[in-house]
């Protein structure tokens, strides 16, 4: 992974073992990270690794000139979102952003941060999202490329998208759709769940379950992230 500054900059913010956590359940430990000055960072991960979280987080630690967004396109049509991109470029001083626009995020972040909730890691790229996913699909792509008996296969599937007929790309799409309301859904029930784990109740038995079901929760927001951003990219293809 390149590294996330070269010294150049001005760090404005700098942490270290950084972890938050609701009672007995950690929603993130050891974070460590410098914030550049005038750096535009998007911050990326799966669903319910804790990135609202960390923007709260940093909210607390922060300094003059940093600008914190959480999903700041939501609520807009398309053209306030252009004109809040616009805005955001021209602003002066740090941004961080959580954001499924990645639109936006390919717009403005000069920077990416991966929290990676396996390996309890935040990860660091420097330069635009789209060089971020392509080198995760090369870095993806590395065990294969050592198999020469397997290109083929390989052709097949990065062209899998372009072979689609019409009623499979709707399918697809519908199904897509399906999985964005699921998403949805397991979104609101794992905020509900954080809010009731910020004030647990005094029963240890029921903060125990309550914790159980907001790592189920995430768990399955994770897996469904994956598939609905491979149906996304088949669909894009």
Do not use: C
């Not at 404005?12 to 972890?19: C, E, F, K, R």
């Not at 300094?63 to 914190?68: E, I, V």
């Not at 309890?120 to 050592?146: C, D, M, N, R």
């Amino acid at each position: 992974m390149p590294a996330s500054n070269s010294g150049k900059n001005m760090a404005i913010l700098t942490a270290s073992q950084l972890g938050k956590s609701y009672g007995t359940v950690d929603i993130f430990e050891g974070l460590s990270f410098n914030i550049p000055q005038r750096a535009r960072i998007g911050l990326v991960g799966p669903n319910g690794v804790g990135k609202t979280t960390f923007l709260k987080t940093i909210l607390g630690l922060r300094g003059a000139n940093l600008l914190l967004l959480d999903e700041p396109t939501n609520p807009l049509d398309l053209p306030s979102q252009e004109v809040l991109q616009s805005m955001l470029a021209e602003f002066e001083g740090t941004i961080l952003l959580v954001s499924h626009d990645r639109f936006l995020i390919d717009g403005l972040a000069t920077q990416i941060w991966n929290v990676n909730a396996d390996a309890q890691q935040l990860e660091v790229f420097s330069g635009s999202y789209s060089a971020f996913k392509q080198y995760q699909h090369t870095q993806a792509e590395q065990p294969s490329a050592l198999k020469p008996d397997r290109p083929a296969s390989r052709e097949v599937r990065n062209r899998g998208g372009a072979e689609l007929s019409k009623n499979e790309r709707q399918r697809l799409a519908l199904k897509i759709q399906t999985l964005e309301a699921d998403i949805a859904e397991l979104e609101t029930k794992l905020r509900t769940l954080g809010e009731r784990l910020q004030n647990p109740p005094e029963d240890g038995y029921v903060v125990q379950q309550l914790g159980q079901d907001y790592r189920a929760t995430q768990a399955q927001l994770g897996i469904m992230m994956e598939e609905w951003a491979t149906l996304a990219m088949k669909l894009e293809e």
